[in-house]
């Protein structure tokens, strides 16, 4: 082994060890209560990392009952002193950059330079919603009958459950805990059984911000059902916000018809990309490599349907194969590497699956196609398929993986017809030169979210969320913190 190794894997078992390993129940660190732990694992070597608790239904009403004690004093606390809370982790992040940056490519796979990106665009929800804690207004008018006057007044919802998914591990927690924190909710937090090291990281950081103990509660379990079950039974809790699958979100939805939880629900998509007979070609490869590869495509809006105007299309696949093809594949911890591992063993064989019956029903490989069993851990390379029949199952469902199927069309109702017929509606991207034919499509495409000759969405600053079986409500930019405020109406006499 050389010396840069040894002190590489020296640097990755530093970075987990410092990572609590433990519940985070009412500012106590402490084990699963029935002492139950479960296996983290790298997936660039599919070896485990580390172990962490296995909460159960005990752990989640210990955890309930530390929100709920902290509740009314939270919703008390000054939204200045929220606001510097959520700020000064925002500061402890970007100074932590690089450290957890490498947590999170160790548990989840990406490139560093990319979860160094993620920790970035993590910690700017942090300090997004510091600027919003200040800001949450009410109204106050003269009845139109001149007669009393109407007070409406924003108040926290009160405790919240807030799940997410392993593919954005510290950004999609940050978006729920900073809008929850901002408008004075405590919190449970459940993160992916894949990532809890990132979420593990970041409730330290939190609490060393100055959270008070009980506003954020993190359980980290294999037994997902066995959290969620007990808490949308207990009336003390009041809202539920999960991302995840579509799946998963629905029986979330119905179990939060339980108590009548308010819900928000970031869930899958199937992001149709369309190139336009009059697009700038290089800018349309460049932002297709981009929907497609970041997150090596296992993002809720990686491009997942590639339609390219007839004229185009043959250009267009062999420059985006060229790309793709070129791309660096390793391990995310390796200089260079621009693609690294799926998250696991089902995920590579979903991919799998979804290349081989597409190719079988016609589909052309132009660059990749085939999982690399060269080496341990779940890699798949970036692959381009042309001439993908429209109904093949890679097309309805997420790929969630470096895979980007290429169909083409002859005009725009065409394009419309195909993008729109989906049950998701999560985000969509166009490339087009032309106004006219931009803003049809942003009328048109049944999506929440559009990419307009850009190949990413996502910023703080916008309202993110989807329509159709995407989810409900919107995260970031100036709505996000509704999703945790209820409007309180007062009827007043004069
Ligand atoms: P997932 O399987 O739906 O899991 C998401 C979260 O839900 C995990 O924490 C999971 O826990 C938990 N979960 C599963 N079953 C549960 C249950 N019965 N009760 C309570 N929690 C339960 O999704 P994923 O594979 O982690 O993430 C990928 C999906 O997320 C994709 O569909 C992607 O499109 C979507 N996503 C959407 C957005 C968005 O903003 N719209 C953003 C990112 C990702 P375990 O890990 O323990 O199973």
């Not at 510290?170 to 090291?197: D, E």
């Not at 597409?358 to 779940?378: E, F, I, K, Q």
């Amino acid at each position: 082994m050389s010396d840069s190794t040894e002190g590489n894997g020296k640097r990755e078992q530093l970075v987990v060890e410092r990572v609590p390993k433990a519940l985070l129940v009412g500012g106590r660190w402490r084990p699963a209560s029935d002492g139950r732990e479960y296996e983290v694992e790298d997936p660039s070597t599919a070896r485990p990392l580390c172990a962490v608790p296995d909460a159960g239904a005990e752990d989640a009403r210990a955890a309930m009952d530390a929100a709920a004690a902290a509740q009314d004093g939270w919703a008390a606390t000054a939204p200045r002193e929220r606001g510097e809370i959520l700020r000064r982790a925002f500061e402890l992040i970007v100074e932590r950059q690089q450290e957890l940056a490498l947590l999170m490519t160790l548990e989840m796979g990406k490139p560093v330079a990319e979860s160094r990106s993620e920790v970035l665009y993590a910690a700017e929800f942090f300090r997004w919603f510091s600027e919003e804690a200040v800001r949450i207004e009410g109204g106050w008018r003269t009845a139109p009958d001149g007669n009393g006057r109407i007070w409406v007044m924003r108040r926290p919802v009160g405790p919240a459950l807030l799940i997410t998914p392993w593919n954005f591990p510290m950004a999609m927690g940050t978006r729920k805990i900073g809008p929850a924190v901002a408008a004075g909710c405590t919190m449970i937090v459940k993160p992916a059984h894949q990532t809890p090291l990132s979420m593990l990281a970041l409730a330290e950081i939190l609490g060393q911000a100055g959270l008070p103990d009980g506003v954020l509660n993190v359980l980290t379990t294999s037994r997902p059902a066995e959290i969620s079950d007990p808490l949308t039974d207990d009336p003390r809790l009041r809202k539920l916000s999960f991302t995840g699958s579509t799946g998963v979100g629905r029986k979330l939805i119905e179990l939060s018809a339980r108590q009548v939880l308010r819900t928000s629900m970031e869930l899958g998509g199937n992001a149709p990309l369309i190139v336009c007979r009059d697009a700038d070609l290089e800018k349309a490869v460049e932002g297709a490599a981009i929907a497609k590869m970041r997150n090596i495509g296992e993002a809720c809006t990686a491009a997942n349907r590639i339609y390219v105007h007839r004229e185009l299309a043959e250009a267009f696949t062999g420059r985006l194969a060229e790309k793709l093809g070129s791309m660096v594949v390793g391990r995310g911890t390796e200089p260079g590497t621009q693609v690294g591992p799926l998250i696991d063993g089902a995920g590579l064989d979903k991919v799998d699956r979804l290349v081989r019956d597409a190719v079988s029903a016609g589909a052309r490989a132009v660059t990749g196609g085939a999982p690399l069993s060269d080496r341990p851990g779940y890699f798949y390379p970036p692959t381009v398929l042309a001439d993908v029949p429209t109904d093949a199952a890679m097309l309805r469902e997420e790929i969630f993986g470096p895979v980007a199927p290429v169909v083409t069309f002859e005009d725009d109702d065409e394009a419309l017809r195909l993008a729109n017929d989906t049950e998701f509606g999560l985000v969509g991207y166009v490339f087009t030169e032309s106004l006219r034919r931009g803003i049809r499509y942003a009328e048109e495409l049944e999506t929440g979210m559009l990419g307009l000759n850009k190949g990413v969405v996502s910023t703080p600053a916008a309202p993110f969320g989807g329509v159709k079986q995407s989810g409900t409500g919107r995260e970031g930019g100036s709505v996000g913190i509704d999703e945790y405020l209820e409007i309180k109406y007062v009827a007043v006499d004069v």
